[in-house]
Antibody, heavy 119, light 111 residues
Framework: QVQLVQSGAEVKKPGASVKVSCKAS????????FTWVRQAPGQGLEWMGW????????NYAQKLQGRVTMTTDTSTSTAYMELRSLRSDDTAVYYC????????????WGQGTMVTVSS | QSALTQPASVSGSPGQSITISCTGT?????????VSWYQQHPGKAPKLVIY???KRPSGVSNRFSGSKSGNTASLTISGLQAEDEADYYC???????????FGGGTKLTVL
């Protein structure tokens, strides 16, 4: 079946970087894009950006420009999200989701990765 | 502050219908038929229930329906069931510079 499986929880110190992976299976990897969405504890959903698995084109949320990089590895059907210069307010669950390009909707979601930023 | 405005909470009794509104602007909801809705149970990943304003993914109950008028989109759930109790988020494309905006979320309580 179609699924996205994310890497495990991370604990980082302020100023460090984190890289979360999202392995896809059950469909043709390059036929869809990926989006990344985060959710701080007790808060709503925040869109971080998206990447085409076909050509690697990206579009990041203005708020995160310069700190976030999204990539894909077609050989392993895996998407990655790296966030640098971590701050305490980056503490959140990070989700990857498959992008329905024509509809700008996210139809398959990973299970989420908790990233905690604490000194 | 979220870009799209949703009521913080709504409630209804089993069997009733409820509607959740999602108000944006002429730069997002009003300009594109690219509104989607997500259901999220506590501790779980969001689930797509409506996309393209009115379309329902395969496997989603036909009790869920979507609509749009001007700058406001709506999600209606008919024949409320206990399992519908969850948080609901609307989402809209907002043009190439902003790209995607979410609503703040609405907590649905089934009484």
């Amino acid at each position: 079946q179609v699924q996205l499986v994310q890497s495990g929880a991370e604990v980082k110190k302020p100023g460090a970087s984190v890289k979360v992976s999202c392995k896809a299976s059950g469909y043709t990897f390059t036929s869809y894009g990926f989006t990344w969405v985060r959710q701080a504890p007790g808060q709503g959903l925040e869109w971080m950006g998206w990447i085409s698995a076909y050509n690697g084109n990206t579009n990041y949320a203005q708020k995160l420009q310069g700190r976030v990089t999204m990539t894909t590895d077609t050989s392993t059907s895996t998407a990655y999200m790296e966030l640098r210069s971590l701050r305490s307010d980056d503490t959140a669950v990070y989700y990857c989701a498959r992008l329905l390009t024509a509809s700008d909707a996210f139809d398959i979601w990973g299970q989420g990765t908790m990233v905690t930023v604490s000194s | 502050q979220s870009a799209l405005t949703q009521p913080a909470s709504v409630s209804g009794s089993p069997g009733q219908s409820i509607t959740i509104s999602c108000t944006g602007t002429s730069s997002d909801v009003g300009s594109y038929n690219l509104v989607s809705w997500y259901q999220q149970h506590p501790g779980k990943a969001p689930k797509l229930v409506i996309y393209g304003v009115t379309k329902r993914p395969s496997g989603v109950s036909n009790r869920f329906s979507g609509s749009k008028s001007g700058n406001t989109a709506s999600l209606t759930i008919s024949g409320l069931q206990a399992e519908d109790e969850a948080d609901y988020y609307c989402c809209s494309y907002a043009g190439s510079s902003t790209s995607v905006v979410f609503g703040g979320g609405t907590k649905l309580t089934v009484l």
